[in-house]
């Protein structure tokens, strides 16, 4: 922690030098942030097929301090790894997740493309990803609510018990809803739970009224004021970004901010920023 001020110091004198003034609660929200996390937003995605096993594997050799997944739920109620609603934009299929049985969802491939070689590989069950992993990993998972309904939620956390994750405290839920994570926390009090606000919509009034742990915001809705009122009621910021070339520029942002953790799409560059402030 003294090196991390100490570093910040330096930081912010080189920046006062440029700049004439650096806002003081940026430079408190910095000095005072303990050491962010570091989360792999759909695995390392930046090297393989996103909200896949071995982009979680890639993301697990970094040592990254969470792997971030999406769940949905399919037609014959299993929990799948995927982001999208549908599966048009990461496979080679097409359809609604919930539209498709697990069996249909096993004939088709997520698709991508990294530099000239094309990667397939298929969508893994939540319970892959865990009976990959066990305990070894930290689990920041999101849920989604299922045709407008809270229905994934028990079946969650009883495989998140079954797999003691949530005993060995190993695992972060965080949802857009309020009626997802209400229904977490009505059957497993003990879960941290993340409240997500969608771009553009972020409610400081809101995020400070809620009784959850972690706020999460994407980048261009935050600014020091924002940690700083947050911190003062001893919640957590984690920081998501939905502009993938802006990334780097917005997480230097949010280093000087102090924010407490980054759902990154380029782990190694958020390693740089957060040793010794490299990403300068």
């Not at 090196?3 to 004198?13: C, D, E, R, S, W």
């Not at 999406?70 to 359809?95: A, F, P």
Request: aromatic share 8%; hydrophobic share 40%.
């Amino acid at each position: 922690m003294a090196k991390q001020i100490l570093l910040a110091a330096i930081v912010f004198g080189f920046i006062n030098s440029l700049t004439g003034g650096v806002d003081s609660e940026i430079i408190t929200a910095t000095l005072t942030a303990d050491k962010p996390k570091i989360i792999a937003h759909r695995g390392a995605n930046d090297r393989f097929n996103e909200s896949t096993i071995t982009a979680y594997k890639i993301a697990s050799e970094n040592g990254v301090d969470s792997l971030e997944m999406d769940l949905r739920m399919t037609k014959d109620g299993e929990l799948v790894v995927m982001h999208d609603q549908t599966i048009d934009r990461t496979t080679n299929g097409s359809g609604a997740v919930s539209d498709l049985t697990l069996n249909e969802l096993r004939t088709v491939e997520t698709v991508e493309v990294f530099g000239e070689e094309t990667l397939t590989e298929a969508v893994p069950t939540l319970e892959e990803v865990l009976q990959t992993f066990l305990d070894t990993e930290h689990y920041y998972i999101e849920t989604r609510l299922v045709n407008g309904q809270a229905v994934m939620e028990k079946d969650l956390l009883e495989l998140l018990n079954e797999y003691e994750l949530i005993e060995k405290k190993l695992v972060t839920l965080q949802s857009f809803s309020k009626v997802s994570l209400e229904k977490i926390k009505s059957i497993a009090p003990d879960v941290p739970l993340t409240y997500l606000f969608s771009k553009g919509k972020f409610n400081l009034e809101e995020a400070s009224e809620v009784t959850y742990s972690f706020i999460g915001i994407e980048a261009s809705d935050i600014t020091s004021h924002v940690v700083k009122v947050l911190h003062d009621q001893g919640k957590e910021v984690h920081v998501y970004f939905t502009d993938k070339e802006k990334q780097k520029h917005q997480q230097k942002d949010m280093y000087l901010y102090g924010v407490d953790g980054y759902f990154t799409d380029d782990i190694a560059f958020t390693k740089s920023l957060l040793k010794e402030g490299e990403g300068f």
